[in-house]
C-alpha cells in the first residue's frame, strides 16, 4: 500500500490555503542518495540473516515452524505455545495486527530452533476465542523425522463450514 | 475476502491441508511482515529467499513483491529495476494487472497522470456473482487523482463515487477534489465535496484530520460568502483542541469582529490569550482583543492591552533572535530532532513543545508537519533507526563470532574423539571385513569346485564349517588305523565329505549371492562411515575458511554503511538547521510587524485619550473588566 503518510502530506500541502501558513520555506533537499544507503543496509541485512541461520541453524539440525490461519470466522487466535518432544520451546501473545495479517494470507514464521536427528513430536497449542465467543483451548500434533535436511513444519487454523468449529492441523512441508 | 484482498496487489494462496513447501511458506511469512507494514522486513524476506533459490516456483509474483515492497520502503529506483526484469511475455492477465497496478503507483508518485491512467486501464478485477463491478480503492482513489491532475473533476468525482462512506482514501479523495473544485471557482460542487467530507464517519487519526480540515474549509468558504453563521456553526463544530483549534478561533474571530459583534470577538481574543505559548492565533489576540476594545469605546482599557501586547512582542522578538542563534548549535539541533524521533506520545509533544516554547507551540507543530519538514524528519527518523540498528551490528557479531569459536572448538574435540575413539576403529574394522570378503568372492568366482576342506570352508555355514574340521580331523585319524579297516573308514569319510561338498556346491550361485549380498551391506556402512568421518573433518575447514571471512566482510560493510548513515544524518542536520533559521527569521519579520502595529496603536490611542476623543465606557466587555 502506499505509505499513507506520504500521501497525506501531499494532501495536506495542497490544501495549504486554508491552514495557517508555515513558519517559512521548507528545507532545501538534502543531497545525498538515501536509496543508495538504503539498498546497502537492506543489502546486510540479507547476509546477516542467512550467515545468523547458516550458524546457528544448520541445516542438519534446523527445524522451522511457520503458522498460517484461512479465515478465522469461528477462532479468534490469542496465543500458540509449542512444544518439541513435550518441552515448551516458544509461547506466542498475538497482536490485532499480526492476527489480521495472518487473516489477509501472511504466515508467521512462528518458531526456528535445532533438533537432533531423529524421531521427534511437535505439539501446538492454540488459545483464543471460539464460537459463541467461549474460551478455546486445542492442540494439534505431528511427528517428524529430522534428517540432514531441515525439517519445515506448518501450522494452520481453518474454519469448517461443516460443523461450524475451527480445525487446526500440523503438518510436515515436502 | 481474503482472494480478493490478495488479488490485486500481490498474489497468496490461502492454506491447503497438506503444508505446504518451504518456496510457498517463505512468501506468505514476506507477506505477513507487508501486512503489517514491516517493509524493510518483507523484503530482507524475499532478498533471503532469493539468495537461497526458493523464488524458482513462480519468479514473477517474487518480482512483483519485492518491488512492491521496495517501493514501500521508498527504493523507487530498486522498485523500478524489479518490475523491468519482468518480461511480458511471461507475465499471466493478473500478473499483468498487478504489474499495472505498481507501475501506476510509480507514475502516481512522479505525477505522471496520463501514465497512471495508462496503467490503470489495464486494471479490471472483473464483476462480483451480482453482477457489480469489483472495484479496490486505491485504484479508484489513483484514477480520481489522475482525472484531478488533468483538470477533468467530473471523471474525478465519478472514481470517487465507487469508494464506500468509511473508506480512507475517500477522505482524501474528498479533500483533494474539493481543493480542486474550489480553485476552478466551482464553489457549489466544492461545498458539496466538503460537506460529504464533513459527514464521514472515519476511524483513523489521519481521515479525522481532514474530516476537520474539510469542516474548516466549509467555514471558510461561508465566510467568503458572507453566510456567517453557516461559518460560526461550523467553526463550533470543529473540536476543542488540536492543530484546528487556534485555526478556527482566529477565523473565528475575525469573523465576529466582521459583523460587528465586538463583544464576542473581545471574548475569542481572551479565550486565544489564555492558552499557553505563542502561535498565529495568539499573536493576533494581543492586536485584536485591544482593538474589539476600541470598537466598544474603552479606550484606556485598549490602551493598557496595546501597551501589553507591545511589550509580550518586544519579549518574543528577543527570545526569537536567541533561538535563531541556536540553530547553530548542533547540540540543540540534535536535541529538536531526537524529540521528534520519539514516539508520538504526550512526552515527545512536551518535549517539543519546551523546545519549541519561543517559537510559539502551535505554530512549531504546524512547521513540523509542513511537506518538505516533514519529509526530511521522516528520513531523520528512519536514519537514526538505521544508526541504532547499525551501532548493534558489532556486538552481535562478536557474539557471532564467540560461537563459531566455540563450535569449532567442539568439532576440533569431536575430530579427536574421531582420530581416537571408536568410530575410527569401526570404520578398520569394516574395511577390514569389506576387503576379506572382496578377496574371498573373487577366488570363489574363478575357482571351480573341489571337495577339499580349504575351498569348502568359503561357502559353508558354521555347523558345515564343524563339520567338515571333524572330518579332516578323523580322516588323518585313519592313517592309523589297521590296514584292513583303514579302506573303508577312509571311504566312510570320503562319502561324507562328498556329501557336504555336493550340498554346498549344489547351493553355490545362492551362498555366492548372499555373500555379494553381504560385500553390498558391508560397503555401504563403510561409505556411511567415511561420509561422517569427512563431514566432522570438513566442518572445522569449513567454519575457518567460510565463516570468518563473512565476520569480516560484514563488519567491514556494516562500518562503511554506519559512515554513510552518519553523513546523511549530518545532512539533515543541516538541512534542518538552515530551514529552522529562515524559519525563524521569517517570524522575527512578522513580529517585528505585529509590534509596529502595537506602538502605532499604542501612539493612536494615547493621542485620542489625550484630546479627550474617547466616549466613555458604554458597559464592561464580557471578562476584560479588571483582567
Redesign the interface.
Known sequence: MIGLRTLQIGVLVAFAGFAAGAIGDGPEAPADDLEAVKRELIALKRDLVILEEDLLFPASSQVAVFLSMDVGEFFQLDAVTLKIDDREVTHYLYTERQVDALMRGGVQRLYVGDVQQGKHRLTAFFTGRGPNERDYRRAATVEFEKTFEPAYIELAIRDSEGNYQPEFFAAVSE | M?SF??DI?LS????L??????DE?SY??A???????QN?EA??EV??AE??GRTDDDPVRWQLAKGSFAF???????ANESFETLAEGELSELDRMRLAFHLA?EH??RGDWRAVEAELERVDLGANWRGRRRRHP?VEFMRAEAALGQGDLARAEQALGALSEDD?WLA?GL??LG?AQRAAGQSGPARATFERLARLRVETE?AW??VQ?GR??LA?MAREAGAAVDAQELLAGLPGDGRYR??AM?SYGKLAMARGEYDLAARIWLTLLEQDGWS??HAAARLGLPMSLEKLDREAQALERYRHAALAFEGRLAALEQAAARTDDPVWVDGLLDAVSRPDDTARAQELARLGAP?GAA??F??L????????L??WRE?TG?AG??AE?PP?IAA?QE??AE?RRRTAEARVLLDDGELTARRDELAGRVGVLERALAELERETPRPEPDWMNRLATAEERALIDELTAMAALAVRLPAAERPRVEARIRRLIGLVFWQIADERAARIRALVRQLDESRALLAGVDARIERLEGAEARFAAG?EA??LA?TE??S??AE??A??LD??RR??A??LR??????VARTRDYLLTARIAIARATDRLANGDAAPAARPAPGVAGS
Open positions: 481474503k484482498l490478495c496487489v497468496c494462496v490461502l492454506a491441508p497438506g503444508a505446504r513447501p518451504i511458506l506468505a511469512a507477506l505477513y511482515a507487508w501486512y503489517q507494514e524493510d523484503l530482507v532478498l533471503v539468495s537461497r514501500a520502503q521508498g527504493m523507487y529506483r530498486f503507483r502516481y508518485r486505491e480512507v482524501y479533500f483533494n481543493v489521519e484530520d481532514l480540515r474548516l474549509a471558510v487556534d485555526v482566529l498565529r492565533g517559537l505554530t512549531w504546524e512547521w508537519s509542513g511537506e518538505d519538514v516533514h519529509r526530511v521522516s528520513e536514519l538505521m540498528w547499525l551490528l552481535r557471532y560461537v563459531t563450535r565463516v563473512d565476520f560484514l560493510r556494516s562503511a554503511v554513510r548513515v553523513a546523511a545532512e539533515r538541512v534542518i538552515a530551514a529562515r524559519g525563524l527569521d521569517d517570524e
